[in-house]
């Protein structure tokens, strides 16, 4: 995917999203960064179409994101938003196999394909014993893995996902980071997320675009890009940046 000098306003007299060029590559895990209301959540809406830019385009394998149709835009790419809703007394499998609608037509019936994708998604984010389960029966971190489920289905070579660990917990957020991780590196899975937590970006990203106030600050690899002044400019915090056999690169924050 191709970022190209992609503008968004909320209001026409400020912009959210500002001049921003970047690039996804193909097979890897890219995650946008940056301090509260830097415009993370804004951005990935705009490269996944849910809002559409002022100004500037985004090309999904050579070809500008708006011109798809909605079927053929959601057999490319699958989103996982912020906040997800459904009724509470659906099982977990009735939820999942939404995720085939992109590849079905109106009123066609469950075929053998969709019931293997089905299963395919739920073996991947280890559902099989909640499949029957409703939802007000799971836990908040089985509730995001049946979400990430419903979009495997859709059997798509990316996957966009809103801040995956806001309100869980920190075992939660690992089994999710870790699913994520894996999705990308057995799967071929193309990412790309939004996160607020620093070490987690450096630990489970391949590549960084960092925002602040609506603007790109810098792009590239965890190791390229962060160091103490990075982390200064980007979170008015300062710290220490560590690099380890056993921990790999992270940040200890010590003051403001």
Request: neutral net charge; proline residues 1%; glycine residues 6%.
């Given at each position: 995917m191709e970022i190209n000098?992609?503008?968004?306003?909320?209001?026409k007299e400020k912009s959210q999203i500002n001049n921003i060029?970047?690039?996804?590559?193909?097979?890897?895990?890219?995650?946008?960064?940056?301090?509260?209301?830097?415009?993370?959540?804004?951005?990935?809406?705009?490269?996944?179409?849910?809002?559409?830019?002022l100004d500037g385009?985004?090309?999904?394998?050579?070809?500008?994101?708006?011109?798809?149709?909605?079927?053929?835009?959601?057999?490319?790419?699958?989103?996982?938003?912020?906040?997800n809703e459904a009724p509470q007394d659906m099982t977990v499998e009735k939820l999942i196999a939404f995720g085939r609608v992109p590849h079905k037509r109106m009123?066609?019936?469950?075929?053998?394909?969709?019931?293997?994708?089905?299963?395919?998604?739920?073996?991947?984010?280890?559902?099989?014993?909640?499949?029957?389960?409703?939802?007000?029966?799971?836990?908040?971190?089985?509730r995001q893995r049946v979400w990430i489920a419903m979009s495997l289905a859709q059997k798509t070579p990316s996957l966009f996902l809103d801040e995956p660990t806001t309100y869980l917990d920190m075992y939660h957020q690992m089994e999710i980071l870790e699913l994520i991780k894996r999705l990308n590196k057995?799967?071929?899975?193309?990412?790309?997320?939004?996160?607020?937590?620093?070490?987690?970006?450096?630990?489970?990203?391949?590549?960084?675009?960092?925002?602040?106030?609506?603007?790109?600050?810098m792009e590239g690899e965890p190791a390229e890009i962060i160091n103490s002044k990075s982390v200064r400019d980007i979170y008015g915090v300062k710290?220490?940046?560590k690099n380890d056999e056993e921990s790999g690169l992270y940040i200890v924050p010590i003051g403001i």
């Open positions: 000098n992609v503008t968004f306003a909320y209001i060029s970047a690039k996804v590559e193909k097979g890897k895990i890219t995650t946008i960064i940056g301090p509260n209301g830097s415009g993370k959540s804004t951005f990935i809406n705009i490269m996944s179409r849910n809002l559409n830019p385009n985004i090309l999904l394998d050579g070809k500008e994101i708006q011109t798809y149709s909605a079927r053929e835009f959601a057999r490319k790419l699958a989103v996982v938003h912020q906040q009123f066609q019936s469950q075929r053998v394909e969709d019931e293997e994708a089905i299963d395919w998604a739920i073996t991947c984010t280890n559902l099989q014993s909640k499949r029957k389960m409703t939802l007000n029966q799971l836990s908040g971190g089985e057995e799967h071929g899975m193309t990412i790309v997320m939004v996160l607020h937590d620093l070490n987690q970006a450096i630990r489970y990203s391949d590549h960084l675009i960092v925002l602040k106030d609506g603007q790109k600050m710290a220490d940046v």
